[in-house]
């Protein structure tokens, strides 16, 4: 089992920064894929970033603004957002898998509870 708790989210002026960790405990946190994902009201859950055998991977609204990284020492994933917009406002999930294709929500099996992340027009 694999347990994610996120945090970091908060309240920020659009053209703001924040950074989202994601702490993971449970079996070999490298084995896995990181993935975030955002939903805001009234939409799907959609892939923000992932992070796979040293590649990352981005979703076109977020390229040259967000960030993923991860820490292996301390079984952290990071998402450094800058250049925040409005809609970028969303509840922000991180997840981990053991598949390939990290863009697919379906084939994440560990999820954590999701951090809040509004911004100010």
């Known amino acids: 089992q694999v347990q994610l708790v996120e945090s970091g989210g908060g309240l920020v002026q659009a053209g703001g920064s924040l950074r989202l960790s994601c702490a993971v405990s449970?079996?070999?946190?490298?084995?896995?894929?990181m993935g975030w994902f955002r939903q805001a009201p009234g939409k799907e859950r959609a892939f923000v970033a992932a992070w796979r055998g040293g590649s990352t991977y981005y979703a076109d609204s977020v390229k040259g603004r967000f960030t993923i990284s991860r820490d292996n020492g301390k079984n952290t994933v990071y998402l450094q957002m800058n250049s925040l917009k409005f809609e970028d406002t969303a509840v922000y999930y991180c997840?981990?898998?053991?598949?390939?294709?990290?863009?697919?929500?379906?084939?994440?099996?560990?999820w954590g509870r999701g951090t809040q992340v509004t911004v100010s027009s």
């Open positions: 997840a981990a898998t053991a598949a390939a294709a990290v863009e697919r929500t379906a084939l994440y099996n560990y």
């Open positions: 449970g079996r070999t946190f490298s084995r896995y894929a």
